[in-house]
């Protein structure tokens, strides 16, 4: 309730105030002006603008633009499923847990390792889909055991340690299992067997990926499941009660620990969904695939508002869209060149962005009781 | 690793701290009502579980393969090499957990400490029996397609080069009796064990150290005695393996108490007389670094100068993690942006703007530059909550390398051909420091050293550096107190930027060449596991936490005195770190702040007795006076 | 630094002149509960003012509004003739208004001496140039630092002293903390203090000798006062005035005598709050 160490309302009073304010008004030209400078360049590729900052510019065609956009939403739910976990984590436990992105990798590898398997066995080719349910499921119990193991030996000892803590402990554990892929797997770059063509052809009456319509389409339904299961079972009552006010929920009876370990435990099923997702759609992973997708989905669980599924799944897609449209879209009508190679970058520019006009993300923030601050 | 077991036995079980002094003490020693337990009834749930704990470790070392790529380097030729200690290690540890376990029960037994041994020797062995059951895996199945390190040559380490019988055998043996000495190291008197851990250690260590001694032995001419202690290709040969173990068990005994006291004398002196001695303690310590390098190969050197570059860059993220309690992440933006910007002023060959600034005018700028970088990312961050700042930092120093390495600024900073054949660091006209000159380097680095470890301890102990500690404390009390947060939080992270940067001008000077794949988050990281391994807000421990760090296992891209290991140091600081805030979150020598805040019930208890006595010294306290009113 | 050192010694007495802190028509907002609703509260100078009232009366968000810790909604506070509104609490705490809280919030892991020597940071200059090039006006300072903190500590008795310097204040004994808290706030050279519920969870005797510290600290210091108390027996032994508070409105003023027989705030208040007498 009391807000701290805040400024007031008012005009800015001291120099980082002002500075602050120049970054957000910084930041709104250069993406209204690249904005600008885009429709422009859609009209006419050869305007005054385009020939002083960009003179080769052509402009994106209609296809390519909604080809983005796909992408950038298949991409986005699975940032989206990732921070499901990074948010129910903080929600409950308030601190971030840095290692969430290697369940995902985790996940990956799974899959990458069973579809293998079975593609040796002969079932991938004949019955595609039966072996993904498959292979879904395992890697949704590996993953799953990855996280509350993870709970049980890193996490549970710091509880009510002071909150920097565990996060460091969670990096401790991230750097961890991405080394021990590193040795047990191999630093090479593994491949997933090669899908049927209606996964990889584009659908002939949408125009996109089978790929890219089956994330979507499982990232939704997973969403809805789990949002049933949080706010109409018994056990997502006892999650919500711990989320609230963990002291209170044990003095009514509900076990707190079991609870955590559940929300350790349906977080980590979610990175495994997306981790054979992620291996479905890009069909290759290594050791280091957890890092950058895990700090974006978590970007995400931010923008969308910390502890709050459906702001996870929103910042996911927002996050995804973002960085697959915007360097082409507010960068390259700038006259930036090399684009593609600043994807993370707009990411990550994002995440600092919705933190300084909105910290408490698009649906607003739902915390433990001490962390209102 | 033994002696960093210590600390926990030192704790009280809390039953114990619970039911008073006096109740532990019956507790300990005599429990009549209860006969002797016979020796088989131990609890063996237990024991398997941390049996079971062990064996997985144990077919994850498998393997990652650690056995096979270890085995080269011997330990104490021809019984020993890491590979195989790797493997001893886990029974060792499971049996010596499973002994306190028992023996904190104080369980009384026929025979005293039967127990422990035992109860260690089983634990141990089902730990052992993990790489009995990889054996015979490795013998029957072929899993080579997901696991790269699925080899026969795995299975004939394992077997000894004999049958997988003999394997499966062996390893339930020497499983068993690890962990029976694990048990048993708990039974030692403490004196005991500690002459025994020196003893292991120095053998260790000389072991460890092979590079590093015969190296000096090669400047100071002692050859003739590393030719003896070391074998041909490396490990320490028995027969003085077991001579330094009597030397330095003879030593152990002798020395104790006596370092003991001389530590108690300094720190019982006053004032100006302590001053002294921990003055004349540390120009002891700086001329014998000045001195040492003079005698020491190329190799060594570069090895000093790397653990220096790493203690310079540990300190300055000490400052910020340490000392204001800022956890940043994106450190090593501010040691890119320091390079990078020496690179660019110093180098002909920077493809926009070259100067060719010597190096110390250079360093003007860098200072300059860097802490404009450090204020231009601290303003937007310093007033989130301390872990988005985390995030958000990181996300800055993952920008930075991405800027760098853009096509967009290549046409500035050379994109990820980055900028090569940079000049040394001119001293004034006397010397060019490069990296062809390792020991100039070296004492370039120490200077800087020595400058940062000044320039932290006198703000430390200012006016800047109390506002620190209490911005750490609490944020809101440290603002209602007059405080401005932002201003003294945003100091912190701008010294923490200058400081890195020096380490960032030294570092492009020394290699020579910049690439935006030498500032990966990974080098963050591993100067957050340097600070907390050696102690968040302590001078000393962080040095001390580079120097082991650094120094034995390497740095992100450096070599370590354990070189065999390199592909494993970052899963071993992963762990570290791991373990390190769980069992000793205070560091390898904490600052005394630090340890407090970590340890604050057991010391408020101390501090309450203590109060207590003194009330009732006083004649009647608080505690009389409101008995009687109330 | 020598602001404050002049004793009134004018007692009790109320002056005439413009108060020293003044709100007007006060009124914080948190979503729909109006826990500051158009409250008018004056403090003058040299004088020690109780703020009763049931829980949730308002009376930590009158000092949380007056320390900028929380957002007005609307009104003005006025301190020494200058308007506070769109302060930092630093800058409110630079002013000379200084605080307690009503669940000790020492900085833990400081020790006695350095709790009191950071809290003067807003009345002193040196910066890192200072500390780094060991300047004489550093050392001046320095050491002043440390007198000043060891004076107000001494001001406490032989409780926070010798030993006590150095140890760190979360070792020290709960009335000692309060003690320290106070001590704290007396660092940061205020003209005036907000005590909020200065001897909660002190024993009778600690809290008597508490009470008549609050009488010294305006005797010998100079220090207006605002106290939040529930124990009658200090509110009647400490206060020149006592102000009532409920709903975030003020329903009496006036001194103890007249306040506690008026019937608004039997009803309010003392017809619950009779267990602490």
Redesign the interface.
């Known amino acids: 309730m009391i807000r701290t160490a805040g400024p007031r309302r008012g005009a800015p009073r001291t120099g980082v105030d002002w500075f602050l304010t120049f970054l957000r008004v910084a930041a709104l030209t250069v993406i209204a002006v690249g904005l600008l400078a885009f429709i422009w360049q859609e009209i006419d590729a050869d305007n005054p603008f385009a020939r002083v900052v960009n003179p080769d510019a052509t402009g994106l065609s209609g296809e390519q633009f909604r080809g983005l956009v796909v992408s950038g939403v298949a991409q986005g739910c699975m940032y989206g499923l990732i921070a499901l976990g990074y948010s129910m984590v903080y929600g409950v436990l308030g601190f971030i847990n840095f290692a969430h992105g290697e369940v995902f990798m985790v996940g990956a590898m799974t899959g990458m390792i069973t579809s293998n398997k079975l593609a040796d066995a002969g079932w991938w080719e004949s019955n595609f889909i039966g072996s993904l349910l498959l292979i879904v499921i395992i890697s949704m119990i590996v993953c799953t055991l990855t996280a509350v193991i993870m709970e049980r030996v890193a996490y549970r000892p710091l509880r009510g340690a002071p909150r920097l803590i565990p996060l460091i402990t969670s990096i401790g554990v991230s750097f961890f299992i991405q080394n021990a892929a590193l040795v047990l797997l191999g630093p090479t770059a593994k491949a997933y067997p090669d899908v049927p063509d209606w996964v990889k052809d584009k659908h002939t009456f949408l125009q996109i990926e089978g790929a890219r319509i089956l994330v979507v389409v499982v990232s939704a339904v997973s969403m809805a499941v789990l949002w049933y299961l949080v706010e109409h079972t018994k056990g997502g009552k006892a999650m919500r009660a711990v989320a609230e006010d963990a002291e209170i929920a044990a003095l009514m009876g509900i076990n707190v620990n079991r609870t955590i370990v559940r929300v350790f435990a349906v977080g980590g099923a979610m990175a495994g969904l997306a981790g054979i997702l992620w291996g479905i759609l890009f069909r290759s992973v290594t050791h280091l695939t957890g890092f950058l997708p895990g700090i974006k989905a978590f970007s995400a669980a931010v923008v969308g508002g910390i502890g709050h599924l459906g702001g996870a799944m929103a910042g996911g897609v927002s996050i995804g869209v973002a960085e697959s449209v915007g360097p082409l879209v507010i960068l390259e009508p700038l006259g930036v060149s090399g684009v593609s190679q600043l994807r993370d970058a707009v990411a990550f520019a994002m995440l600092i962005g919705v933190l300084l006009i909105r910290p408490s993300g698009i649906f607003g923030e739902r915390l433990p009781a001490e962390d209102r601050t | 690793m033994t002696a960093d077991e210590q600390p926990s036995e030192a704790a009280p079980g809390v039953t114990d701290a619970a039911s008073g002094a006096a109740g532990a003490q019956a507790h300990e020693h005599e429990t009549p009502q209860a006969p002797p337990r016979p020796l088989l009834a131990q609890d063996w749930r237990r024991l398997l579980r941390m049996g079971a704990v062990g064996a997985t470790a144990q077919m994850f070392l498998a393997l990652s393969n650690m056995p096979l790529r270890l085995d080269d380097r011997l330990l104490i030729k021809p019984i020993l090499s890491f590979g195989y200690l790797s493997l001893l290690f886990v029974p060792f540890v499971v049996g010596n957990r499973v002994g306190h376990q028992i023996k904190r029960e104080g369980i009384p037994t026929h025979a005293a400490g039967a127990h422990e041994v035992i109860g260690g020797a089983v634990a141990g062995a089902v730990a052992g029996a993990g790489v009995s059951l990889m054996a015979l895996l490795l013998a029957n199945f072929d899993l080579r397609e997901p696991l790269v390190n699925w080899s026969p040559q795995l299975a004939d380490l394992l077997a000894f080069g004999n049958s997988t019988g003999f394997a499966v055998f062996i390893w339930l043996l020497l499983g068993g009796l690890s962990g029976a000495a694990g048990g048993a190291m708990r039974l030692l008197r403490p004196r005991i064990r500690r002459v025994a851990v020196t003893m292991i250690l120095t053998v260790g260590l000389i072991s460890v150290m092979e590079t590093l001694v015969t190296d000096l032995a090669e400047g100071m001419r002692f050859e003739w005695l590393t030719d003896r202690v070391y074998a041909r290709r490396g490990g320490v040969n028995w027969n003085w393996a077991l001579i330094l173990a009597a030397v330095s068990g003879l030593v152990s005994v002798l020395a104790r108490g006596r370092v003991r006291r001389t530590r108690e004398r300094i720190a019982s002196l006053e004032g100006a007389s302590r001053n002294r001695a921990n003055l004349g303690l540390i120009a002891l310590t700086g001329a014998l670094l000045v001195i040492l390098p003079m005698f020491t190969g190329k190799l060594t050197n570069e090895l000093l100068a790397n653990v220096g570059l790493f203690v310079l860059l540990a300190l300055g993220l000490n400052v910020v993690v340490g000392l204001a309690g800022i956890l940043d992440l994106g450190y090593v933006a501010f040691f890119a942006v320091g390079s990078y910007t020496a690179a660019v002023l110093t180098a002909a060959t920077s493809p926009r703007i070259n100067p060719e600034l010597p190096w110390f005018v250079a360093l003007i700028f860098v200072v300059g530059i860097t802490g404009l970088v450090g204020l231009f990312i601290g303003a937007p961050v310093i007033r989130m909550r301390g872990d988005y700042l985390a995030i958000v930092t990181l996300g800055f120093g993952e920008i930075i390398r991405l800027l760098f390495l853009s096509d967009w600024l290549s046409g500035w900073f050379g994109g990820s051909q980055g900028i090569v054949r940079i000049p040394g660091a001119g001293i004034f006209g006397l010397a060019s420091v490069d990296g062809t000159d390792p020991r100039a380097v070296f004492y370039l680095v120490l200077a800087f050293c020595a400058l940062t470890i000044y320039i932290s301890w006198r703000l430390e102990r200012s006016r800047l550096g109390r506002a620190w500690m209490a911005v750490r404390e609490d944020e809101t009390v440290a603002e209602a107190m007059g405080i401005n947060t932002v201003n003294v939080k945003l100091m912190a992270f701008v010294v923490g930027a200058v400081l890195g940067s020096f380490s960032g001008a030294i570092f492009s000077a020394k290699v020579g060449s910049v690439f935006p794949n030498s500032f990966l988050i990974l080098v963050s990281i591993v100067i957050l596991v340097v600070v907390i391994f050696g102690g968040m807000g302590s001078i000393p421990g962080v040095i001390a936490g580079s120097a082991v760090l650094i120094g034995v296992l390497g740095g992100p891209r450096q070599p370590g005195l354990l070189a065999e290991f390199s592909e494993y140091k970052l899963l071993i600081y992963g762990a570290l770190l791991i373990w390190m805030m769980l069992a000793r979150p205070e560091g390898l020598i904490p600052s005394v702040r630090r340890s407090r805040e970590l340890h604050q019930q057991e010391m408020a208890q101390d501090a309450w007795l203590r109060e207590q006595l003194d009330e009732e010294a006083n004649g009647g306290g608080s505690l009389r006076a409101s008995a009687a009113t109330s | 630094m020598t602001c404050t050192m002049e004793s009134t010694g004018a007692g009790g007495g109320a002056t005439a002149a413009a108060p020293l802190l003044e709100t007007r028509k006060l009124s914080v907002d948190?979503g729909g509960l109006h826990a500051l609703d158009g409250l008018d509260f004056e403090v003058r100078e040299g004088e020690i003012v109780s703020v009763i009232g049931p829980n949730g009366a308002g009376k930590t968000t009158l000092f949380?509004a007056i320390?900028?810790?929380?957002?007005?909604s609307s009104g003005d506070i006025v301190f020494e003739g200058g308007s506070l509104?769109?302060?930092?609490?630093?800058k409110v705490?630079?002013r000379g208004i200084?605080?307690t809280?009503q669940n000790v919030?020492?900085?833990?892991?400081?020790t006695v001496l350095?709790n009191v020597?950071?809290?003067q940071?807003?009345?002193?200059r040196?910066?890192?140039f200072?500390?780094?090039f060991?300047t004489p006006a550093?050392r001046r300072?320095?050491a002043e630092?440390r007198e000043r903190a060891e004076k107000i500590l001494n001001f406490f008795g032989s409780r926070l002293v010798g030993y006590r310097f150095d140890?760190?204040a979360?070792?020290?004994?709960y009335?000692n903390r309060r003690r320290l808290e106070i001590a704290?706030a007396m660092a940061?050279e205020p003209k005036l203090i907000l005590l909020d519920e200065p001897v909660a969870g002190m024993?009778?005797?600690?809290s008597a000798e508490l009470t008549k510290l609050i009488g010294r600290l305006r005797d010998e210091w100079g220090f207006a006062i605002v106290v939040i108390e529930h124990h009658m027996d200090v509110v009647r032994e400490v206060s020149d005035r006592v102000v009532v508070l409920d709903h975030g409105t003020k329903i009496a003023e006036g001194v103890y005598e007249e306040v506690s027989n008026d019937p608004l705030v039997i009803e309010a208040y003392l017809g619950h709050g009779n267990e602490n007498s």
């Open positions: 948190f949380n320390t900028a810790t929380v957002a007005l509104l769109g302060l930092d609490p630093n705490t630079a200084a605080r809280f919030r020492l900085f833990a892991n400081m350095e020597m950071v809290s940071h807003c009345r002193t040196q910066h890192a200072g500390a780094l060991c550093f300072e320095e630092i140890q760190p979360f070792t020290l004994s009335a704290r940061t024993n009778p005797v600690e």
